[in-house]
């Protein structure tokens, strides 16, 4: 009998007002691009978007965002890096020009040293929160010294 072992999670589910204006955000801020050959299950669908190596994907359905967690909203995605890719991502922020789930902007002195980790936070337009972090934490505090 075969094993059962999950291998990674394959996707997100987002309710957003418009698949395309989404995925076009998610594109500028995170370089998501849309899956074409799941493109056409959009209709009525998902509108999938995945990182380069689809390893990870949103699946961006048309619809009323969920905004509590009385209603089943997640509390947040988290996006892994390398530490240039961390710091990359930090000096595109006065760009990107993200806010916090309070609605204040997202600064370059924003993210958080966890230790084994460093994050730095923010929300999408439709305020689903969102997280990139890295564990290469002492190469990525050098970049960003």
Request: proline share 5%.
């Amino acid at each position: 009998m075969a094993k059962f072992e999950v291998r990674q999670i394959d996707h997100v589910e987002l309710f957003v007002p418009d698949q395309r204006a989404a995925a076009a955000w998610y594109e500028r801020v995170l370089g998501l691009r849309v899956l074409d050959e799941l493109a056409d299950w959009a209709q009525g669908g998902p509108l999938m978007v995945t990182t380069a190596h689809a390893h990870t994907k949103l699946a961006l359905f048309e619809g009323e965002p969920l905004k509590t967690r009385a209603q089943g909203a997640f509390r947040r995605v988290a996006f892994q890096v390398d530490a240039p890719g961390f710091a990359a991502f930090i000096d595109r922020l006065p760009k990107l020009e993200l806010q916090s789930e309070t609605g204040r902007p997202v600064t370059g002195t924003d993210w958080v040293d966890h230790g084994a980790a460093l994050s730095i936070y923010f929300s999408d337009p439709w305020l689903h929160r969102f997280e990139i972090t890295t564990y290469e934490t002492n190469r990525a505090r050098k970049l960003l010294a």
